[in-house]
């Protein structure tokens, strides 16, 4: 089961030991998750928010 991230500093404490980010845009929000070697991480947010979250992320991003 995916494990629903609330704080966005702990996203990108994530994110440095993820394998990958998918992105998953909807109408009026984008759903990021953050596949690790153990758990999946899903974090909700709003497109712009989102927009500065992927430009601190390193590792891949494969956007759905």
Known sequence: MPVEI???NEFLEIAK???E???KR???SVKL???TSSKLYTYKTTPEN???LLK???CPI???
């Open 6 to 8: 609330f704080n966005e």
């Open 17 to 19: 030991r993820a394998k």
């Open 21 to 23: 980010c998918r992105v």
């Open 26 to 28: 909807s109408k009026d």
């Open 33 to 35: 998750k953050l596949r």
């Open 50 to 52: 989102a927009e500065n």
């Open 56 to 58: 601190k992320i390193t």
């Open 62 to 64: 494969i956007t759905l």
